[in-house]
C-alpha cells in the first residue's frame, strides 16, 4: 500500500483535453503478481497480472467518486511462446512464434467518475526467425490483430491492427 500527499493526477476536461488536477491525498492498494512455465524446451507460457485500488482519501472531498481517473484495477497480460530452439542448420538457426494478450479494465476519464474508458483487450503475435547462426534476425509483429477499438492510458483513440517488422545484423 502507497499513501500519498499533494498528488498531481489526471483528468479530461469538458473540452475534451487533459488537464492536471490536485490531490490533497490519496491510497493505492494493490498486488501484482508473474508466473511463467516452460515445458518441452519448445514452449514457454507466463502471465502478469495486476490488482490495484487508487483512491481519493482526502479529507472533505466534494465528489462521491473517490476512485482516481484513469487507472485500471485490472490489468491482465498472458502470453505463450512456441520457439524451435537452437538449430544446427547453417540457415535458418532459431524460428519463435509468440502471442501476448493485454486486458485492461474500465476506467475513469474525470474526478466525479462519470466519463468511463471501456474495457480494452489487445491481442498481438510476433514472429522472429534467426538466421546464420544468429548474425541475422528477422521479426514480424501484428499488434490488435483482432482490430478492436483500443485507447491509450488518457482515453484517446489508437490505430487498429498494424503490422511491425525489424531486421537485425549482430556483427562479431
Do not use: K
Amino acid at each position: 500500500m502507497r499513501s500519498a500527499s499533494e498528488l498531481v493526477a489526471y483528468a479530461r476536461a469538458a473540452q475534451g483535453y487533459v488537464v492536471p488536477i490536485n490531490v490533497g491525498r490519496a491510497r493505492v492498494a494493490g498486488l501484482e503478481l508473474g508466473f511463467g512455465a516452460r515445458a518441452f524446451e519448445h514452449l514457454e507460457a507466463g502471465c502478469n497480472v495486476t490488482l490495484l485500488d487508487p483512491r481519493d482519501t482526502t479529507p472533505g472531498r466534494r465528489l462521491q467518486n473517490d476512485v482516481l481517473p484513469f487507472t485500471s484495477r485490472l490489468v491482465l497480460a498472458p502470453r505463450i511462446l512456441l520457439t524451435t530452439g537452437e538449430l544446427s542448420s547453417r540457415g535458418l538457426s532459431r524460428a519463435d512464434l509468440g502471442a501476448d494478450l493485454t486486458y485492461l479494465s474500465n476506467r475513469f476519464a474525470d474526478a466525479a467518475g462519470l466519463i468511463v474508458i471501456p474495457e480494452q483487450a489487445t491481442l498481438g503475435v510476433t514472429g522472429m526467425a534467426a538466421w546464420l547462426e544468429g548474425t541475422l534476425i528477422t521479426r514480424l509483429r501484428l499488434t490488435n490483430a483482432t482490430g478492436s477499438q483500443r485507447f491509450d492510458i488518457v482515453g484517446y483513440p489508437l490505430p487498429g491492427r498494424s503490422l511491425y517488422g525489424s531486421l537485425e545484423l549482430h556483427t562479431p
